[in-house]
């Protein structure tokens, strides 16, 4: 079981450090297409335009949602009410999409049902602007506290590669989404809080085993460490991705519409975060001049002290 | 030596594990709800004592002629009550009896949970479910902006007269129309006069009111006459910070009530559309949400001749007389507490921000020994649909010392007033009176087949995961797996118990991939077993070891992933803030399991030192 052979060191520092230049290009690639492309929007962040109207028979929430997925030209989001005779449709406000209540008439004729307009009206966002400034604040906040953290336990060059690698994990799928035009709503915002959570916890598991080596000073070099820690937490790594990479294929296999974006940004998120955990967090504390002997050093210090 | 782990394991195995299980068995009864569904309930209520009571078989037959099915049907002593197997049957049920039954009875419809009474009666409830899964209520609320800027003038027009007072202009008079019903859109102004004999005096008047607003226009109508207006630009300027306030404070009452998935968002001009999951008694989120309560502090007034003087009747009937200007009004009421003092009688502590406090500290420091009264207004509309602000005295207090930003109400007529005004407070108060123009029961967005689509896609992932564990681990595997199914089962219990968790089908994806990371846990646990093993200790130890040396990774890993979680829940909003919670009680319940609940299990698996484990021979 489980004999997975790499081979050399030196193939695998190369590896590494290849990668790293890698993640930097995706990184650039990413930040390119949401600086270029912006992201789209989902009606949850820039409001839209609602049309309310009643029908005389109760329809089915299945049923409507077919019959007006053929008459109107972009998404659309559809509440009912009243058990099935009150109907809110909530569309983009752009051009292409069909505002006031004339249309009404001509999707009666084409769907034969009776229906009544009843309002037709500009909605806001769900997401206020205070909120956007909240949620920037809250990130911040988060990241300095998990640096701090991380520096306390660990050491502050580790820290670094782990929320290095967090920045990088998030970016990448923000830049996917850009790249693609796939609408960005307040649920995938919530992926991005998965994909947060996910990316640490590799980043950690690599860095607590990079630690780990370093004390017990079996190691001189810091790639070889660096190598030892990852070789030993693939098997880990894999499993866990392995796992978590299988739910959401089967999440976006049979969930359908509705969880396609939540699926495609966790599905990106884990897969980024399972390569940058070797790529970017380990690799980075190297970069930055961490050295084997860090923890026998500060050992020393500390007993000279009187 | 062999002798001391031993006893270790013999005590932890002793209180630890009772606690563990009293826990598991806790969380296990508060997700048992879950597994019942709501059914809905008709009743016939006759409408006058002379109706003929409607028979069982002639009930039942009607719904076979028509293919309905039905639950059950019973027959008290006055009405009867039919339990219908599908919620969707109920428009066509209330139709056919509406239809057959003609004017005799009434119908009254309600859900009821078919919960064995012993767990209804520990009062355990299931998971909320967002809105995507189980619809809630909308209301649609009317946000009266005139009305605001009306009152926004009104203060301006008591500054005028008290700059007029503070110069000494005597004969300065200010008129306000009232406004219009039913006219939208007029242009508000105030008209203000004064005496030839004070033209001389008026500019000093003027030109510290530019100061003060510099917003406002002053133009010249008459020689003795300058009205004050808002340019149309400022005026929807105003009122668009209006509704951005409005809306600000509707989604921190709603927040208030603990409700975490809601839709708050601006409908056309002035209204405000909220979608409420979950919700099951409109009335309780209609008084919270629908109340326009504002809180004013007030001078008591030391002669009734000086300009602006308010009358109002205290409780007793006493009249009062107050300086009409506010000291501070309740927006500048930070936080709200509601508690008691050493007499144990009910107050609230407020806690008022940088320019509350500061008008506090000014205005108790120049009027300590004298009154300041405490004035409660909610507008409501009345028969005619007409606006009405009332005000009440709430309370009456001298001013014993210099006051900062922290003081309390007391008096508080019961704890549950205290509590009732703490919560209103704490959630903003309304700077333009609101009223609920549509109230409506908004169904599921996503349909039953999305539904069960999702849960298809989850149990598929978790049957993959526990498969996989098996393959993978052999017995310990089954170990991981049990403890992967008993961190399901906590955290569903978990959300059950706490009023603000809600389940979204983004949640119960979140909740999958939470137990995917769970899995984490246990593989972590396991590879450090194995290389212990591979070191070359005997089984026993290498499975003490591998706990205790994992364990340090794992709480490092799940504490920052826990740091982000609590920081993002407190901050965000809407599906972050839940989908923050669910991450949040995910860790909790996966390291309670993953670490504490497996390791009992393995510990009663494996008892003695075997030759061989996860495929290493010790």
Known sequence: MNQIKINTNVNLTSFRVASFYCAVLFVVIALFGLFNKNL??????????????????????????????????????????????????????????????????????????????????????????????????????????????????????????????????????????AWFGISFDLTILASLLAIIGYSLNDSIIVGDKIREIMKSGNEEKIDKVINQAIKSTLVRTMITSGTTLATIIAIWGFAGESLAGFSIALFTGVLVGTFSSVAISATVPQLLGLTADYYNKKQEELCTLP | MMNSPRKKFHSYFKWQTLLIIITLFFLLISALPNLYTDKVKIELLPNSSSVQQI???????????????????????????????????????????????????????????????????????????????????????????????????????????????????????????????????????????????????????????KKTYPDLTQQKTDTTQVTLTFSSQKAVQFRQETMKQT??????????????????????????????????????????????????????????????????????????NLNSKVVFSG?????????????????????????????????????????????????????????????????????????????????MSSQQAAQELSLLLRAGSLTAPVTIVKQ?????????????????????????????????????GIIANVALALNLVSLLGLMSLLPGAVLTLPGIAGLVLTVGMAVDTNVLIFERIKEELKRGHKVLQAIERGYKSAFSTILDANITTMITGIILYSIGNGPVKGFALILCLGILTSMFTGVFVSKILTNLAIKKNKTQLLGVKA
């Not at chain 2, 000014?362 to 409501?380: D, P």
């Not at chain 2, 005295?393 to 309390?408: E, M």
């Open chain 1, 40 to 177: 789209e929007l989902g009606l949850d962040f820039t409001g839209g335009y609602l049309t309310e109207f009643t029908t005389e028979k109760s329809v089915s929430q299945k049923q409507m949602n077919e019959l007006l997925t053929s008459y109107l030209p972009e998404n659309f989001k559809l509440t009912s009410a009243d058990e099935g005779t009150h109907w809110s449709v909530q569309q983009a406000d752009n051009e292409s999409s069909l505002k006031g209540k004339e249309w009404l008439a001509d999707f009666a004729i084409d769907s034969q049902l009776i229906i009544t307009p009843q309002d037709a009206i500009y909605i806001g966002s769900q997401v206020g602007e205070e909120l956007i400034n909240q949620g920037g604040l809250a990130l911040l906040t988060a990241i300095i506290v998990i640096l701090l953290y991380l520096s306390l336990r660990f050491e502050w060059r580790l820290a670094a590669g782990a929320v290095i690698a967090l920045f990088h994990d998030v970016l990448i799928v923000l830049g996917l989404f």
């Open chain 2, 55 to 209: 028979t069982i078989t002639k009930l039942k037959n009607l719904f076979d002629k028509h293919n309905l099915s039905v639950n059950e049907i019973h027959t008290g002593n006055e009405n009867t009550s039919i339990v219908l197997n599908n919620k969707t049957d109920k428009m066509a049920v209330s139709t056919l009896l509406n239809q057959t039954l003609k004017d005799d009875y009434r119908l009254e419809s309600s859900l009821i949970s078919d919960m064995p009474a012993w767990l209804s009666s520990l009062n355990a409830k299931p998971i909320k479910l967002g809105l995507d899964l189980s619809g809630g209520v909308l209301f649609v609320l009317d946000v009266d902006t005139e009305q605001a800027l009306f009152d926004r003038l009104k203060d301006i027009a008591l500054e005028v007269k008290t700059i007029a007072m503070d110069n000494r202009i005597r004969g300065v008079n200010v008129i306000q129309h009232k406004l219009p019903e039913n006219i939208t859109d007029i242009k508000q102004n105030l008209l203000v006069n004064y005496p030839l004999s004070a033209t001389g005096k008026i500019d000093v008047l003027f030109s510290e009111l």
């Open chain 2, 247 to 320: 809306l600000k404070t509707m989604r921190g009452r709603i927040e208030e009530l603990g409700i975490t998935e809601a839709v708050t968002l601006q409908q056309g001009k002035n209204n405000i559309r909220i979608e409420l999951p979950g919700v099951h008694d409109p009335e309780e989120a209609k008084r919270i949400i629908g109340a326009t309560a504002t809180l004013d502090f007030y001078q008591l007034a030391e002669n009734s001749k000086a300009a602006g003087i308010l009358r109002m009747a205290d409780e007793n009937g006493r009249k009062l």
């Open chain 2, 331 to 411: 927006s500048n009421i930070k936080n709200a507490r509601a508690g008691q003092d050493q007499m144990s009688m009910p107050l609230v502590n407020l806690t008022l921000d940088a320019v509350g406090g500061k008008k506090m500290s000014q205005f108790s420091k120049r009027n300590v020994g004298k009154s300041m009264v405490t004035v409660f207004s909610e507008f409501y509309r009345n028969a005619e649909n007409k606006m009405i602000k009332k005000s009440k005295i709430i309370n009456v207090a001298t001013i014993q010392q210099h006051l900062g930003s922290q003081f309390s109400i007391t008096n």
């Open chain 2, 440 to 476: 409506r029961t908004i169904e599921a967005t996503l349909g039953v087949d999305n539904i069960n689509n999702g849960i298809k896609a989850l149990s598929v992932g978790i049957s993959i995961t526990l498969i996989f564990m098996i393959f993978w681990y052999r017995s310990l």
